[in-house]
């Protein structure tokens, strides 16, 4: 009986060390696909900001344009109201 335990007890033995060194390479697969996405997830929000970066600027000159459209537009009706009423 106690060499059938000690040949179970030694079986066992070797499935934990088997069961432990899976999950230590399961746990460092974790963590470097942790470290890609975190690096993924940087270049991305970097890449974002600046693109929101060019938009506003892009966005600023537009606002800027309109309204010197808009003021533009307002003196040439004035003006060709002035120019009418002398007609």
Same mark, same amino acid.
């Not at 079986?11 to 993924?40: C, T």
């Given at each position: 009986m106690s060499r059938t335990?000690?040949?179970?007890?030694?079986?066992?033995?070797?499935?934990?060390?088997?069961?432990?060194?899976?999950? %230590?390479?399961?746990?460092?697969?974790?963590?470097? %696909?942790?470290?890609?996405?975190?690096?993924? $997830?940087?270049?991305?929000?970097?890449?974002?900001?600046?693109? $929101?970066?060019l938009l506003n600027g892009g966005i600023d000159e537009l606002g800027e344009f309109a309204g010197t459209m808009s003021t533009s537009v307002v003196e040439l009706r004035e003006s060709l109201e002035r120019a009418t009423a002398l007609a």
């Open positions: 335990w000690a040949d179970y007890e030694q079986r066992f033995a070797g499935v934990d060390k088997n069961l432990a060194d899976a999950l %230590s390479k399961i746990v460092e697969q974790v963590r470097e %696909s942790m470290d890609i996405m975190q690096k993924y $997830v940087t270049e991305f929000d970097d890449k974002l900001a600046r693109t $929101v970066g």
